[in-house]
């Protein structure tokens, strides 16, 4: 059973920041790609950012220079530092993780349960 894991989110003034954090646990061979997505009320969920086994990064267009991934392969967590926050940032927070239960495993897509992110004006 694998579970995927966020926390960090909250309530912020706007220009403010947040750190989320995201863990992969459970029986898990190996770890791919990894991303935090984000759907606000009445919108369809977005990529916010991705970051691949090797830490190549990418960016939706709307946070790109104020927000940062990262991730840990050894303790199977990936990270997103969000700076300059604007109101429109306001959202759940989805993490994303593609992995495999064994070796020879197909790779799958598991989503934590969310987190709340609000920026107020």
């Known amino acids: 059973q694998v579970q995927v894991v966020e926390s960090g989110g909250g309530l912020v003034q706007a220009g403010g920041s947040l750190r989320l954090s995201c863990l992969a646990s459970?029986?898990?061979?190996?770890?791919?790609?990894m991303g935090w997505y984000r759907q606000a009320p009445g919108k369809q969920r977005e990529l916010v950012a991705g970051?691949?086994?090797?830490?190549?990064?990418n960016y939706a267009s709307s946070v790109s220079g104020r927000f940062i991934i990262s991730r840990d392969n050894a303790k199977k967590m990936v990270y997103l530092q969000m700076n300059s926050l604007k109101p429109e940032d306001t959202a759940v927070y989805f993490c994303n993780a593609e992995l495999r239960t064994a070796r020879w495993g197909a790779l799958r897509s598991y989503w934590g349960q969310g987190t709340q992110v609000t920026v107020s004006s």
């Open positions: 459970g029986n898990i061979f190996s770890i791919n790609d």
């Open positions: 970051i691949t086994s090797g830490g190549s990064a």
